[in-house]
C-alpha cells in the first residue's frame, strides 16, 4: 500500500512520464542513428576490408616463395594484415562480434567463397579464416581491434549516457516543481489540523512564489477569521447570559403560588438556552488544541464511566489495558462524553458498551448503543452543525445537533478519525481511531 501511494504521487507519475518520454525518443533517435548511419558505415567499412584482403592475398599467391615473407612483413607493416601458408591452430568464437558477419558476407562477394573467422588457439585477440585459389590456400589474419571504430559499442556507450542523463535531470526537474507542492500539500493539512499560524515560503519561480503568496494571504485571513469568530461568539454569549441569568434570578424570586407548571417550563426553558450557548461556544472552541500530556488512559476512562454510573446508567466495559497515552485529554474527555450522552439520549437509557484497544500505532475506541439506529445514508450527516435526524427539533426526540459536530470538529483538529456503523440488529457503533 505504501509503495502504491508513493508511485500515485504526483513526483512518481510526473518522473515516469517524462523519463518514458525522453526513453523513447533516445530509442527512435538511435534507432534512426544505427539503421542510417552507423549500419551503413559498417557495412562500408566491411567492404574495403574484404577488398584489401582479396587483393593482397591474391598478390600474396602469386609471388614466389621466396618473396613471400618480406610481402607478409610488409602488410603486416601498413594494413595490420597477416598471411601465412601453414594451418593455424583456431577454435570457433565463443561471443558476438557485430562487425564478424558483416565482414564475412563481404568477403564472400568479394572472393566467392564461404568464410568463417575464428579465433587463434592461444592468441583470443588474433582472429583467422581461409581463402583457397586454385591449388592454393592462404591464411589471412587479423587483429580484434583492426576494424578500427566499433560503432555498436559506441552506440550502446551513448544510449546508456542518455538514459542516465534523463534521469538524472528528470528526477531534479520533477523534484522542483513538485517540492513547493508537496510543501503546500503540507501546510493545507497543518490549517486543515488546526495550526493556523502555518505558512510556507515564498520562493522560487515567480509562479510558486506568487501560489505561497496567495496561500499565506489566505491562511492570514483564515487565522483571523477564526479570531473574530470566537470573539464574536464570546460577545454573543455573554451578551445572552446577562439577560438569561437575571431571568433566572426573577423566576426564582416568583411568588411560589404563582402557576407552578409555568414556573418549571420557564426553568426549563431558560436551562435548554444556556445548555445551546456552551455548546455553541464549544463548538466554535473546537479548533483550540491543548498542550498533549502523557496520561494513564484506563483511569480517564473509568473517570467517566464513575460519572455515568453515580447518574443509574449502564456502561458495559469490553476493554485491553490501554496505559500510557499522549493525548489532548480534554478534547478526549468531550468526544466520549458527548458519544455516550448520545448513546444514552437515543438508546433511551438502555446500557452501552465501551470498548478500547491499543496497538502500537493506533488507539482505538469502541461505543456501542441500542438505539433505534441511524439511515445508512445518514451516518456522514449527522455530523453536520444543527443537523437532526428529526425535524421536528422536539427537546423529547434529541437534543439540539451540535453534539456531533463538536465531536467531528475535535476529530479533525487533532487529527483522529471518527465513524459510525449500523449494528446488525439495532443501534450503533461509534468507532475513534487515534494515532499514539
Known amino acids: 500500500m505504501k509503495l502504491w501511494k508513493r508511485l ?24 534512426f542513428a544505427w539503421f542510417f548511419i552507423l549500419s551503413p558505415l559498417s557495412n562500408r567499412a566491411a567492404d574495403d576490408m574484404a577488398a584489401l584482403i582479396t587483393l593482397t592475398s591474391k598478390t600474396w599467391t602469386s ?21 601465412s601458408g601453414h594451418d593455424i591452430p583456431t577454435h570457433a568464437l565463443n561471443k558476438f562480434y557485430p562487425f564478424i558477419p558483416r565482414l564475412e558476407k563481404a568477403l564472400k562477394r568479394h572472393t566467392g567463397q564461404q568464410v568463417i ?62 517540492l513547493p507542492v508537496k510543501r503546500l500539500s503540507h501546510a493545507v493539512n497543518q490549517i486543515g489540523g488546526g495550526t493556523l499560524s502555518t505558512r510556507v515560503p515564498e520562493t522560487g519561480p515567480s509562479e510558486l512564489a506568487s501560489l505561497a503568496q496567495n496561500f499565506n494571504r489566505m491562511a492570514k485571513e483564515i487565522a483571523q477569521l477564526m479570531e473574530n469568530r470566537t470573539l464574536l461568539f464570546g460577545g454573543i454569549s455573554h451578551d445572552l447570559r446577562t439577560p438569561i441569568t437575571r431571568m433566572q434570578l426573577a423566576v426564582e424570586l416568583l411568588d411560589q403560588n404563582q402557576d407552578k407548571a409555568l414556573i418549571i417550563n420557564l426553568k426549563n426553558n431558560l436551562m435548554e438556552m444556556e445548555l445551546l450557548i456552551q455548546q455553541s461556544l464549544e463548538f466554535v472552541k473546537g479548533l483550540e488544541k491543548q498542550q498533549l500530556i502523557d496520561v494513564n488512559l484506563d483511569e480517564v476512562i473509568r473517570h467517566i464511566i464513575d460519572d455515568y454510573r453515580k447518574r443509574n446508567l449502564i456502561i458495559q466495559l469490553k476493554t485491553e489495558p490501554c496505559r500510557m497515552c499522549k493525548i489532548d485529554v480534554q478534547a478526549f474527555r468531550r468526544v466520549i462524553f458527548n458519544l455516550l450522552d448520545n448513546a444514552f439520549r437515543y438508546g433511551e437509557n438502555s446500557p452501552v458498551t465501551l470498548s478500547c484497544r491499543k496497538n502500537k500505532h493506533l488507539l482505538t475506541i469502541n461505543i456501542l448503543d441500542e438505539g433505534p439506529g441511524i439511515p445508512t445514508n445518514k451516518l456522514m450527516t449527522v455530523f453536520l452543525p444543527f443537523y437532526r435526524l428529526e425535524h421536528s427539533r422536539s427537546k423529547k426526540t434529541g437534543g439540539s445537533g451540535l453534539g456531533l459536530a463538536i465531536v467531528k470538529q475535535l476529530c479533525d483538529a487533532h487529527g483522529w478519525k471518527i465513524e459510525l456503523f449500523p449494528r446488525e440488529n439495532r443501534g450503533v457503533k461509534a468507532s475513534i481511531e487515534i494515532p499514539v
Open 117 to 178: 573467422i575464428k579465433r587463434e588457439t592461444g592468441n583470443e585477440t588474433l582472429f583467422w579464416f581461409v581463402l583457397h585459389y586454385d591449388k592454393e590456400k592462404v591464411n589471412v589474419g587479423f587483429y580484434h581491434d583492426r576494424p578500427g571504430p566499433r560503432p555498436p559499442i559506441a552506440l550502446a556507450g551513448v544510449f546508456v549516457a542518455a538514459v542516465l542523463l534523463i534521469i538524472f535531470t528528470t528526477l531534479l526537474l520533477v523534484r522542483r516543481i513538485t
Open 63 to 83: 609471388l614466389p616463395v621466396q618473396e613471400r615473407e618480406a610481402f607478409e612483413n610488409k602488410i603486416a607493416q601498413q594494413y595490420d594484415l597477416f598471411f
Open 8 to 31: 500515485d504521487s504526483l513526483f512518481a507519475k510526473t518522473s515516469l512520464t517524462l523519463t518514458l518520454g525522453l526513453a523513447l525518443f533516445i530509442v527512435m533517435a538511435t534507432s
